[in-house]
């Protein structure tokens, strides 16, 4: 899996655990999430490019009860040098 599909899949779990996702130009330095008035937003600040953006977002997604059952992957992990990220993609064979 490529990192931008990999950031499609982590803002996707951003919306499904209720933020807000805005993409806006930060300028390299801002992003991340906050909440405003009981609402969850998460910032991504697209001066930034991709794997960092996927950075941000995993961050943000860490500091949410997950279940035991799937924890999210360290950043090293998915950004592992040798090229598959880390981890392999599992499909419902059915």
């Given at each position: 899996?490529?990192?931008?599909?990999?950031?499609?899949?982590?803002?996707?779990?951003?919306?499904?655990?209720?933020?807000?996702?805005?993409?806006?130009?930060?300028?390299?330095?801002?992003?991340?999430?906050?909440?405003?008035?009981?609402?969850?937003?998460?910032?991504?600040?697209l001066a930034l490019g991709?794997?960092?953006?996927?950075?941000?977002?995993?961050?943000?997604?860490?500091?949410?009860?997950?279940?035991?059952?799937?924890?999210?992957?360290?950043?090293?992990?998915?950004?592992?040098?040798?090229?598959?990220?880390?981890?392999?993609?599992?499909?419902?064979?059915?």
């Amino acid at each position: 899996m490529h990192t931008v599909e990999l950031l499609q899949d982590a803002l996707r779990s951003a919306e499904r655990l209720g933020y807000q996702v805005r993409h806006e130009w930060l300028g390299g330095g801002g992003g991340g999430a906050c909440e405003i008035q009981g609402q969850k937003w998460l910032f991504v600040d697209l001066a930034l490019g991709p794997a960092d953006q996927l950075e941000q977002v995993l961050d943000t997604l860490r500091r949410e009860p997950a279940p035991a059952s799937s924890p999210l992957p360290e950043p090293q992990t998915i950004m592992a040098p040798s090229g598959n990220f880390g981890f392999t993609t599992h499909r419902n064979s059915r």
